[in-house]
């Protein structure tokens, strides 16, 4: 049965502030900023309180405060300057605390009145490409080292999912503006990992493209069917752990004889597994591969 993580080492703190260890140390021995608990080990950890603390610190030091001049200040003074100086400089960085926190506590409360908080001044897609994106990338560091679980991941991943798509579904009760391409979104086979590729299909229909999202774990046979009702379709897949590294160009090729059946359709794919492919190979005019989400969207 999960519990929600009350207790932290202090390479945690570290990996979810961004403060290194030894300064954490510095802080808690010469200010008294902290008062971690000892093991029997005399291993120090931290509760959900000093976390707390330790990540408003974070934001006032990286605000030009003084170490010692927050040391001196109250417990209630330190959230209370920190609601304060939260500005379009600052706000980034406080949301992904409070995503954070969030994310730790299973607590989506949270994570909406953040969410409602930025959206109050930002376009979904300005959240996305400075929050969300930021955390998704932290996510992976926290998880190898242990400080999160992946059930954490996953719950902070459909949060952010079901944003997506609720704004999908608001754009598309209006008519595609844009007909001359088709756009088919997919994953693999053995491909789960959706995040990305439901953004994709959001910002293609926000651009007025018609799009198909057909998700997860798709056999390329099944892919072919489209051709009987389109003619120059975009098939657009992310490559997360699927297909592996050996079995890329394999894919490939299979791909190409399909695309042989609709001469001006063509692959994009994206993703982890197709990082080191570069300019190696050739692959066609029918196959591109982009770096990133944005290389893809600022194509269009």
Request: net charge neutral.
């Amino acid at each position: 049965m999960n519990s929600v993580k009350t207790s932290f080492s202090i390479r945690d703190m570290e990996n979810l502030s961004g403060i290194k260890a030894h300064t954490i140390r510095i802080w808690e021995k010469r200010y008294n900023l902290f008062s971690p608990e000892r093991t029997d080990t005399n291993i120090r950890t931290y509760n959900l309180e000093s976390l707390q603390k330790l990540l408003n610190v974070t934001l006032l030091y990286n605000n030009g405060y003084k170490i010692s001049k927050i040391a001196k200040m109250g417990e209630e003074k330190i959230p209370v300057l920190v609601n304060e100086i939260i500005s379009e400089k600052s706000e980034k960085s406080h949301a992904l605390n409070s995503l954070k926190l969030s994310m730790l506590n299973f607590d989506q409360s949270l994570f909406l009145r953040t969410y409602n908080s930025l959206m109050e001044e930002k376009s979904f897609t300005q959240i996305f490409n400075e929050v969300f994106i930021p955390l998704l990338n932290e996510l992976g560091l926290l998880w190898q080292t242990n400080t999160i679980s992946p059930a954490h991941e996953h719950f902070i991943s459909n949060l952010i999912k079901q944003k997506i798509y609720i704004h999908t579904e608001k754009l598309q009760f209006e008519s595609p503006t844009k007909k001359d391409e088709v756009f088919v979104l997919f994953l693999p086979e053995n491909e789960i990992h959706e995040l990305g590729l439901l953004y994709i299909n959001y910002q293609l229909a926000l651009q007025g493209y018609k799009t198909i999202y057909l998700g997860q774990t798709m056999p390329i046979e099944s892919l072919e069917d489209l051709l009987k009702y389109y003619n120059n379709i975009r098939f657009v897949s992310y490559f997360t752990v699927a297909p592996t590294k050996d079995e890329i160009d394999d894919y490939f090729e299979r791909f190409r004889e399909v695309l042989k059946k609709s001469p001006g359709s063509k692959l994009y794919v994206l993703g982890h597994q197709i990082q080191e492919i570069g300019e190696q190979k050739p692959l066609g005019d029918s196959i591109k591969i982009f770096k990133s989400i944005n290389h893809l969207i600022d194509t269009f």
